[in-house]
C-alpha cells in the first residue's frame, strides 16, 4: 500500500472540493430550470398580431361660412359617442382662413375619429385653454353618412323695431332723441322677433359709429329689460324691455344728451357668446339685426331694424 506523500494530499482535496461543487451546481441548475418551467406557462408572448391596433385617421374636408374670430378664445371639434366625447382639432379664424392654434393655415384636418362616434359638434374654448373637456357649445349635427353639417341658430325669422325715448329723465318734452328703447309707441310689449339662443348665448345691443362703440346690455328674453343702466338717469324708470337712455356717464369722445338722429349712428342687435366671459373682444359675434338712425326720426315713432345675419356653419366630410 502507497503511502501519500506530502506532494499528493493538495490534489486529493481539490479533486474532492471540485466533486462538491459540481454537485452543488447540478441541484442549483435543476432548481432554476423547474422554477422557468413552472413560469412560462403563465407567460403569454405578445407577437404582431396582438398589439393593440393604431387609431385610424381620417381626412376632414370642411366647408365654412360666417365663423367670427375670437380674439380671446379658440374654437373646437368634437366628436359624440354615446356619452363619450373626443376631441378632434382646435382651430380659428385668420382673415379668410381657418387656422391652427400656431398660425398654420388649414385646407384639411388629418385626425382619429372615435369608431362609432354619432355627431360632431363645435365649442367655443377660453384662451389658453387646452384641456379634454368641451366647454361653450356653438353647434352640432348628426354624422349622416360621411357628413356632419353644422349651423349656429337659425335667425331668418329675426324681426323687430326701436324707438327713440328718455323715460328715464322723466321729461317726455326734452332729450327724446337721445334714448332707444325695443318696444313700440305705448311701451307695453317689445318690438323684438327673435329665436331661442344656445346655453351660454345672450342678445346684445349696442350703439355705434364710424369711430365709436357703444354695448348697452344683455338680454336673454325681450319680453325684459337688459342687464345694463348705466348711461340712463334715475330720476324715472325705464321701460320694461331692452333700451338705453344715453344721457350720463358715456364713453370719452362722447357728449351727453347723446343725439342719436343725426344720421351717423346705428342700433345693433347681436347674439353674442356669455357663458364665461368675453371671447370676441371688441368684435361683434353674429350682428341679426341693424339700422342706421334717420337724421328725420322722430320720438316714440318705430324705425324698423333690418335682419342682416350671416349665421356660422361648419360643413365636414369624413374621407
Known amino acids: 500500500m502507497n503511502t501519500p506523500t506530502a506532494a499528493t494530499k493538495p490534489t486529493q482535496h481539490m479533486l474532492l472540493d471540485f466533486h462538491r461543487n459540481r454537485t452543488r451546481l447540478a441541484v442549483f441548475l435543476t432548481v432554476v430550470t423547474l422554477t422557468t418551467l413552472a413560469i412560462i406557462p403563465a407567460v403569454k408572448f405578445v407577437g404582431p398580431d396582438?398589439?393593440?391596433?393604431?387609431?385610424?385617421?381620417?381626412?376632414?374636408?370642411?366647408?365654412?361660412?360666417?365663423?367670427?374670430?375670437?380674439?380671446?378664445?379658440?374654437?373646437?371639434?368634437?366628436?359624440?359617442?354615446?356619452?363619450?366625447?373626443?376631441?378632434?382639432?382646435?382651430?380659428?379664424?385668420?382673415g379668410d382662413t381657418l387656422v391652427s392654434l400656431n398660425g398654420e393655415p388649414l385646407t384639411t384636418w388629418q385626425v382619429s375619429v372615435p369608431a362609432g362616434s354619432t355627431e360632431l359638434f363645435v365649442t367655443i374654448e377660453a384662451e389658453g385653454d387646452r384641456d379634454e373637456n368641451p366647454n361653450l357649445e356653438m353647434m352640432r349635427a348628426p354624422i349622416t353618412g360621411d357628413t356632419a353639417v353644422m349651423k349656429f341658430t337659425d335667425m331668418t325669422e329675426a324681426a323687430g323695431s326701436v324707438i327713440l325715448a328718455t323715460p328715464t329723465d322723466g321729461n317726455s318734452q326734452i332729450n327724446e332723441r337721445?334714448?332707444?328703447?325695443?318696444?313700440?309707441?305705448?311701451a307695453q310689449q317689445t318690438s323684438l322677433t327673435l329665436p331661442e339662443l344656445p346655453d351660454g348665448f345672450r342678445w346684445q345691443s349696442r350703439v355705434t359709429n364710424s369711430s365709436v362703440e357703444v354695448t348697452t346690455g344683455m338680454f336673454e328674453t325681450a319680453a325684459g329689460p337688459d342687464d345694463l343702466s348705466k348711461y340712463s338717469e334715475t330720476g324715472a324708470p325705464g321701460f320694461s324691455f331692452?333700451?338705453?337712455?344715453?344721457?350720463?356717464?358715456?364713453?370719452?369722445?362722447l357728449l351727453p344728451p347723446l343725439n342719436l338722429a343725426n344720421g351717423t349712428y346705428t342700433i345693433i342687435v347681436s347674439a353674442e357668446p356669455y357663458s364665461s366671459g368675453d371671447f370676441t373682444g371688441e368684435t361683434v359675434f353674429v350682428v341679426v339685426l341693424a339700422v342706421t338712425v334717420p337724421d328725420t326720426a322722430e320720438a316714440r315713432s318705430g324705425i324698423e331694424l333690418v335682419n342682416t345675419a350671416r349665421v356660422p356653419a361648419l360643413t365636414i366630410r369624413i374621407e
Not at 331692452?242 to 369722445?253: A, I, K, R
Request: net charge negative.
Open 242 to 253: 331692452p333700451g338705453e337712455d344715453m344721457l350720463q356717464n358715456l364713453p370719452e369722445g
Open 50 to 94: 396582438d398589439l393593440p391596433a393604431p387609431a385610424a385617421t381620417e381626412t376632414l374636408v370642411f366647408e365654412w361660412e360666417n365663423l367670427p374670430t375670437l380674439r380671446l378664445g379658440h374654437y373646437a371639434l368634437w366628436a359624440q359617442h354615446d356619452d363619450t366625447t373626443a376631441l378632434l382639432k382646435r382651430f380659428n379664424r385668420s
Open 178 to 186: 337721445s334714448g332707444f328703447w325695443f318696444t313700440g309707441p305705448q
